[in-house]
């Protein structure tokens, strides 16, 4: 069975990967599962640059197809913040209860459609031949005004989908990669790896 390389060290993302690319008959393998530790500088100014980074470091180290996901949280009342920077929004080891409420208590004053908010991520493919691509999804919800659920991870318990009525983080694994950014976004990398692979 063929193998891919996940190169990332977020196991909430390994998870839904996983989950999501299990009908593609590869073996997905963490950087975890392969024992492997990196410290990668995402310096890129967009998700596609940061996730083309990590994809080709990996494989340039492993020689194997690669996949990596660069992601963010855009609230619109915060100028798109925290964006590309969402993991290291107040510090990479702050909690997420903190960071979360921390966006709500910045949204005191928006209300209604002022709360609008989406995940975007972006998947690299990183071929052994050096060859790359791309692919995008996002997700259009709201940011909630309090902590919600305990599925998923990161900023899912504040990210409420009206059309499900409950953020991300009350949704089943399998309802959440029907709907999300990453679902989404490795649905069309699926295809490509269909004709790659
Ligand atoms: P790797 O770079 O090792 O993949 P990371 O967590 O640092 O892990 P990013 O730099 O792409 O990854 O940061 C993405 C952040 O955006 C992530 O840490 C969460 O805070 C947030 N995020 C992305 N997708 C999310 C999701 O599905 N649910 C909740 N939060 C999400």
């Not at 990196?38 to 310096?43: A, R, S």
């Not at 979360?100 to 493919?125: H, M, P, T, Y």
């Amino acid at each position: 069975m063929k193998e891919i390389i996940f190169a990332t060290t977020n196991q909430g993302k390994v998870k839904e990967l996983k989950m999501i690319l299990k009908d593609l008959g590869v073996k997905v393998l963490s950087l975890k599962d392969i024992n492997l530790n990196v410290d990668i500088k995402e310096n890129g100014t967009t998700y596609e640059e940061n996730a083309l980074i990590k994809a080709t470091t990996i494989a340039r180290l492993t020689n194997k197809i690669v996949l990596a996901d660069d992601s963010g949280l855009e609230v619109d009342y915060l100028d798109k913040a925290p964006g590309v920077l969402s993991a290291r929004f107040m510090g990479e080891d702050t909690s997420y209860d903190i960071k979360n409420q921390a966006i709500i208590d910045k949204l005191a004053n928006a209300k209604g459609s002022e709360r609008s908010a989406r995940f975007v991520s972006a998947i690299a493919c990183a071929m052994p031949n050096g060859e790359t691509f791309t692919t995008r999804g996002t997700i259009e919800g709201e940011i909630g005004y309090k902590i919600e659920g305990t599925e998923g991870f990161g900023y899912d318990p504040i990210f409420y989908v009206p059309e499900f009525g409950c953020t991300t983080a009350e949704l089943t694994p399998e309802q959440k990669n029907k709907i999300s950014h990453r679902g989404k976004a490795l649905e069309e990398m699926k295809k490509i790896l269909i004709q790659k692979i």
